[in-house]
């Protein structure tokens, strides 16, 4: 008669793989470790299936072509998987013939977003290699499928990292590779067991406007149409739990030179102990991690704790302990500079600039503050004449 081991009738767990794009494998198992160390995600290991995997004609490792006979490209994988979402968070990355992890790019990179296989998590990441070789054999109406293949060997060949453009074209503007599920189950749960540590529970997706996917539709008519609950304005959840994963499109403006990093947002009981946490873990970690508060307003629950940490690069980390959904969103400094001239900014009014890395401040920008002239404005545009002369339609 324990009510909170009563089994009920409800919607069959289901949950995404959000497949990031890594510079280098080092930089790939650094982020896992990270992951794990600050949000308690639980690695999956993929050592004994790995080489397994890459014998298979479908496989991520068989979708390059080599330039050279015997030259196999050969990608990494790794996972880790949020034991309360059940999203798993799989990581990328080419090896590469020359590369020291430092040339190219050098942050991760939102890749792919697929429907997990219920069945095994070795089996949903497999699935989510075989969705983007497959991506990568298709001409998608902006790159020949030859091309693409090409463009990869050569950056493996040179010590060049792969970023996302390489793989979905500079078209996509922002829309990463998306399979979503079709339909839903309904099956026996237990739903009594205790679930402790944060969950992630939201993931944005920062694209421009007008991008659209090959077959011609937007994010939001994706979204529209997949049949996904609307919780809040702006919110789709992904189905199958009343716990599932939401996903934020966050259109950027028409003026935006660059796109904001994605956010991952992680639930939890509460941000100033998780703050006092964090700080704790500082005492024993090399490199070390700082937090900054965002979209507090006085009421109780609001606002949102952002990580800093030097593996997150790339990516928006976030902490929020409201239970209820919102359709606003609080922007980081990031996106508010993201259509601004960066050698016009002044490192001192840069709030956090040294940690979050995006903005860089340098004594020639100062001196543009000093000594600058009525043409300066205009001459950094014309180092930057994209931005200048197209602001996206």
Same mark, same amino acid.
């Given at each position: ?62 979708? *390059? ?25 799989? *990581? ?34 497999l699935e989510s290699r075989r969705f ?117 499109? *966050? ?16 639930q939890c009981e509460s941000v100033n102990?998780e703050e006092v946490r964090i700080a ?114």
């Open positions: 008669k324990n009510r909170n081991r009563r089994m009920r009738r409800t919607l069959a767990t289901k949950s995404p793989v959000i497949t990031l794009l890594a510079p280098n494998t080092r930089a790939s198992n650094r982020a896992q470790a990270a992951f794990r160390s600050l949000l308690g995600l639980e690695p999956v290991e993929l050592n004994e299936v790995l080489d397994k995997w890459r014998l298979d004609d479908r496989d991520l490792d068989a979708a *390059i072509t080599p330039l050279f006979p015997g030259r196999k490209r050969k990608w990494d994988s790794t996972a880790s998987r949020c034991s309360r979402s059940q999203v798993i968070l799989h *990581i990328l990355s080419m090896q590469s013939e020359e590369s020291n992890g430092e040339s190219g790019i050098s942050q991760l990179q939102l890749l792919s977003i697929t429907d997990r296989n219920e069945s095994s998590s070795l089996e949903s990441v983007v070789a497959s991506s990568i054999r298709e001409s998608n109406g902006y790159i020949p499928s030859s091309m693409k293949a090409l463009s990869l060997d050569m950056l493996s060949l040179t010590g060049r990292s792969v970023s996302v453009t390489h793989i979905v074209g500079n078209k996509r503007g922002g829309l990463p590779l998306l399979k979503l599920p079709k339909g839903s189950k309904y099956e026996e749960l237990n739903q009594s067991t205790k679930e402790e540590g944060p969950r992630l529970r939201e993931l944005s997706i920062p694209h421009y406007s007008d991008s659209t996917f090959p077959d011609g539709s937007t994010l939001f008519h994706k979204l529209g149409t997949s049949g996904f609950s609307k919780p809040a304005v702006g919110l789709y959840q992904w189905p199958g739990s009343d716990k599932g994963v939401m996903l934020r499109p *966050i259109p950027a403006a028409k003026e935006d030179r660059s796109l904001p990093p994605p956010s991952l947002v992680f102990d704790g873990l500082n005492n024993d970690e090399v490199v070390k991690t700082t937090t900054a508060k965002i979209g507090f307003t006085g009421v109780k629950g609001s606002g949102q704790l952002i990580l800093f940490h030097p593996d997150f690069r790339g990516l928006d980390i976030r902490l929020c302990q409201a239970n209820r959904l919102s359709s606003s969103f609080a922007e980081a400094q990031e996106a508010l500079m993201t259509g601004a001239l960066e050698a016009l900014q002044h490192p001192n009014v840069l709030m956090e600039a040294e940690t979050t890395s995006v903005i860089s401040s340098s004594e020639s920008s100062s001196d543009l503050h000093d000594k600058g002239d009525c043409w300066v404005e205009f001459r950094e545009n014309m180092k930057q004449p994209s931005g200048y002369w197209n602001r996206r339609g």
